[in-house]
């Protein structure tokens, strides 16, 4: 048997993922989803399975002969022009904003190979089974489009196929002028990047050298998978010398068969001693080496001499060059670009490079600003091009639409849409701009993110002036006469804004009636979007609750955009989670995801068993992100690694995140630290927000998410990254939780922050606290939500629940708190009046490092005396975070008047984050007694040093057992 069912399933959902996050073929998606979504879906998996394993003349089986019948090509333009540009003699330079034109010319196209789903899961399964043999053996100087592998170079499990490319990229540039930096101090340094002309249809594969570099041997194990791959490529490309083909875009092992290609060149030019640094993204080709070129010489004509003294390139005719043993792959003259740095001079140009890489590339650590994002959208989507200062008008070019800056306004713009409502005016200056953006040749030019324009009219509610947009874009499309393939390009851009339409619409399938009357050629289909709701092929960062499309909501035609749609439909029925998409997702689901999910839609979550969240988000996860059996029904299957043990002893529920089953590095060195550092948040929060929550109704205004977004901003910015950023009580909306833990989960910041109030069915009001803990685990960041429900709530807290109409939750028997033990320290939690009670405060003496506390809280003289009590009597440090308006929040440690505050914010109106250092091991030497001195207040009397050897140790139980027996709430 040459594969198993499991493995060609799996084959499919490495397929489904990789196209999931790939934005640039919504045709591979469609077809995906329609796949999905027959009623043969099981028995086409099977159908593959059994044509690879079966015996005889399978190659030229009907059901092979089908399939390979379907392989053409479509046609996807590149560039657009004006027709005024095609006979512009360039003698005046004219620039202009207007973009139209009577016709417009198809300026470059290229081709994706369109084919069966099966011939797409066939590439993957010649991956799985022998590409990888390929990718293991490059170079680490390749950086794109390289497989995640083992340590044998073997394909792992899941669904993941492709390393993420961000790091790979950012360290393809930035390495360069690293060496550059290095090296430019004692010689003079050349850097030259260059890209090779239309890769893929230029290349000339040979399967014979193939086979050779995979092992005859082993590729006569898989000599059916192989043979048919080899004819899937001979069909799509006439056989050129021979046995060799070029390579179809679009097919997910051409990626890798075209690093491939390119290997032996690699290796020259890995091994020349005159070439000090070499790497390359595909095609695209960076290389630095030292130089002697004299002063005052031709720096161009000297630079493409050294290439080919070094043996990079040919020159050819035309002012076109060619890679050094391979003549076909060609680079023009334009593609070339040279950096020259003379030793000797400042390198200030290289700091600035590095530096704007850098900015580029941390930009989107932070939060959006919708100041400058929903005001100044055209003016950021520009790219000005000028040849002298950009203070005199006659030195500016050109000013042109860049896609990368407008998608990613775009996308700021789509991301701030689903926090909070703008007003119609905002709304409508917003889509103004664009659809000033998006006409001529630029709309043309920018279809690529149609999608992105059509889901911000839809979340905007805005479908009139969609239409409008439609149907100009239309009369656009068909102004294509001239140039590559108009015919072709026309018919694809039509099919291609019905797919953008049916993708963006298949969020929200009822608000197609409200789209107008426009073209059948370009509706959305209805049969689609409901193809793509259950493949759960939609677009999910614009899902309102996360996770709601991954339940039985999807049967129903519930706008996935807006949070009121679907808890107004919650409300008339439970969502289940449905087992197909569990057991199909596209993408690495969090166990914090489905904790704030169980939360939202299992009432049996808000009380007790809210502390056993992410036991079951991180089982049902495991079954989720470790696809097994396509049979398989059961959905909670057990851990298979602990890496966050639980115990409870009556009242206390300890949280143990140790560093076992495969914790990466970054994570073990985490647990060795000897020191925590500490973030407090001055923080305004406002009575009207707690009243807003009571009604059910929370604020969730730009103006609130902008103050928020500030202060974690700042976070991010502080010169040193804080271990644990800690916010007051009631602080956040309870609908921002998602986003509170992913932000913690991105950056692995702690976050300890209190939600305003919860407003259940039953109209109870649920004061929740949350302490949001990352950690990474197998590459993949993650985060430990710990949800708790207040104890005690304050007498004023009270009065208003009961005046708002509005219940108090069921007084649980037992009270609630946590014990953590998170990066070496140990802490527990407090939420404002639960300070109030002594005995629970004694809780945890000689147990914890520092006690932190959420607070919205006037009497501050009252808590102050709380918090030294506990600062000298538990002999712990001591941080709380109380709103602004009242003030006091602070750090303190065990130690004598004038030492005791490492920090202290008194309040005031600016949020401002400030941060400090616990030492907790000082502490802790200081309390066993293995460093004693005058730095700590005494131990207070009967204090057990056992607690520290606990805290040490990692071992609860000889402190924990039958010291809680008389806990009462």
Not at 514 to 541: C, D, T, W, Y
Request: hydrophobic letters at 40%; a positive charge.
């Amino acid at each position: 048997m040459i594969v198993t069912v499991d493995e060609v399933h799996q084959a499919y959902l490495k397929l489904k993922a990789t196209n999931y996050f790939d934005k640039s073929s919504l045709d591979l998606r469609f077809a995906i989803a329609a796949f999905e979504s027959s009623p043969r879906f099981l028995s086409r998996i099977e159908g593959l399975t059994r044509f690879l394993n079966s015996p005889g003349k399978a190659l030229t089986s009907s059901y092979f002969r089908s399939l390979r019948s379907q392989v053409t090509s479509v046609v996807v333009p590149k560039a657009f022009r004006r027709s005024e540009e095609e006979h512009n003699d360039n003698s005046t330079q004219v620039i202009s904003n207007d973009t139209s034109s009577s016709t417009y010319s198809v300026a470059k196209t290229h081709r994706f190979i369109d084919a069966p789903v099966e011939i797409h899961v066939l590439a993957v399964l010649w991956l799985m089974k022998l590409g990888y043999k390929l990718d293991a053996g490059l170079s680490s100087a390749i950086r794109g489009n390289r497989l995640k592998s083992m340590a044998d170079g073997s394909i792992p499990q899941g669904t993941q196929l492709f390393r993420p490319y961000p790091a790979q990229y950012n360290a393809w540039q930035d390495g360069a002028f690293k060496v550059v930096e290095d090296l430019c101090d004692n010689r003079s340094v050349f850097l030259a990047t260059m890209d090779i002309t239309r890769f893929y249809p230029s290349v000339r594969v040979s399967f014979s050298r193939m086979e050779s570099d995979l092992g005859r041997e082993y590729v006569q194990r898989f000599r059916k998978l192989q043979e048919a791959f080899k004819l899937i490529h001979l069909d799509y490309s006439e056989p050129k010398n021979g046995n060799t083909v070029a390579l179809p875009i679009g097919l997910l092992s051409s990626s890798v068969i075209a690093n491939w290609y390119l290997k032996r060149f690699d290796r020259r030019i890995l091994k020349s001693p005159r070439i000090q640094y070499y790497s390359r993204y595909i095609d695209d080709i960076i290389l630095v080496w030292t130089t002697n070129v004299p002063r005052h010489a031709d720096l161009g004509a000297s630079a493409i001499r050294e290439l080919k003294d070094r043996r990079i390139i040919i020159p050819q005719t035309s002012g076109v060059s060619a890679l050094r043993g391979f003549p076909h792959l060609t680079i023009q003259k334009e593609k070339l670009r040279f950096f020259f740095f003379r030793k000797n001079f400042s390198s200030a140009s290289i700091k600035a490079i590095r530096k704007t890489i850098a900015e580029s590339s941390s930009e989107f650590l932070f939060l959006p600003d919708d100041k400058s994002y929903d005001t100044d959208f055209q003016e950021a989507a520009y790219d000005l091009v000028f040849s002298e200062s950009p203070h005199r008008l006659r030195s500016y070019r050109e000013f042109t639409a860049s896609q990368y800056r407008t998608s990613k306004h775009l996308a700021r713009l789509l991301y701030l849409a689903n926090l909070s409502h703008l007003t119609r005016p905002q709304r409508k200056k917003n889509l103004q701009q664009i659809h000033q953006l998006f006409t001529g040749v630029t709309g043309l030019q920018l279809f690529p993110l149609w999608e992105k324009v059509i889901t911000l009219h839809l979340i905007y509610r805005e479908f009139d002036v969609l239409g409008s947009w439609i149907k100009r874009l239309r009369v656009g499309i068909f102004r294509i006469a001239i140039g590559e393939e108009p015919k072709a390009t026309r018919q694809f851009l039509q099919r291609h804004m019905a797919r953008c339409l049916s993708l963006a619409f298949a969020l929200n399938p009822e608000a197609v009636q409200h789209l107008g009357q426009i073209p059948n050629l370009i509706r959305p289909s209805a049969k689609a979007m409901r193809n793509l709701r259950f493949s759960n092929l939609v677009r999910h960062e614009f899902v309102a609750e996360k996770l709601i499309n991954y339940t039985s909501a999807w049967r129903s035609s519930i706008d996935y955009t807006t949070i009121a749609a679907i808890r107004k439909m919650s409300g008339k029925e439970t969502f289940r989670f449905d087992k197909h998409l569990l057991a199909h997702s596209p993408r690495y689901v969090h166990p914090d995801e489905i904790c704030y999910f169980l939360v939202r839609h299992d009432k049996r979550m808000l009380m007790h068993d809210i502390e056993n969240l992410y036991k079951d988000g991180n089982s049902l996860c495991e079954t989720i992100n470790n696809p097994g059996l396509h049979k398989r029904t059961e959905l909670l299957g057990p851990l298979t690694e602990s890496l966050i043990s639980t115990q409870e002893f009556n009242g206390v529920k300890t949280f143990n995140l140790t560093p076992g089953g495969n914790f990466a590095d970054s994570a073990l060195d985490a647990f060795k630290k000897r020191t925590i550092k500490l973030a407090i948040a001055n923080m305004q929060t406002y009575k009207h927000n707690v009243q807003s929550s009571f009604k059910g109704t929370p604020n969730k205004s730009a103006k609130r998410r902008r103050e928020l977004f500030a202060l974690l901003n700042d976070t991010i910015r502080l010169r040193q990254k804080p271990d644990l950023l800690i916010l007051p009580e009631l602080a956040i909306p309870f609908d921002w939780m998602p986003w509170i833990s992913g932000f913690a989960r991105k950056h692995q910041i702690g976050i300890i922050c209190g939600f305003e109030y919860f407003i259940d069915r039953n109209q109870t009001a649920w004061n929740i606290s949350g302490t949001f803990l990352p950690f990474t685990r197998a590459t993949y960041k993650q985060v430990l939500p710990i949800l708790r429900v207040k104890n005690h709530y304050a007498p004023v807290e009270t009065k208003g629940i009961l005046k708002a109409g509005l219940h108090l939750p069921p007084t649980p028997w037992k009270a609630r708190y946590d014990l953590v033990r998170w990066r070496g320290a140990v802490f527990s939690l407090f939420n404002c009046y639960e300070l109030a009670n002594i005995l629970h405060r004694a809780i945890f003496r000689s147990l914890v490092d520092f006690i932190a506390a959420i607070e919205w809280n006037k009497d501050t003289s009252y808590f102050g005396h709380i918090a030294e009590s506990i600062v000298y009597d538990l002999h712990c440090y001591f941080a709380q975070s109380n709103v602004a308006h009242y003030g006091d929040s602070c750090v303190l440690a065990p130690k004598s008047k004038h030492d005791k505050q490492l920090l202290r914010l008194s309040g005031g109106q600016n949020s401002v984050v400030l941060m400090t250092t616990i030492p907790f091991a000082e502490l802790r030497a200081f309390q066993d007694g293995s460093k004693p001195g005058e730095e700590f207040k005494p131990l207070p009397p009967d204090f057990d040093p056992a607690g520290v050897a606990t805290r040490e140790n990692q071992d609860w139980n000889p402190m924990l057992k039958g010291f809680f027996d008389n806990l009462r709430s």
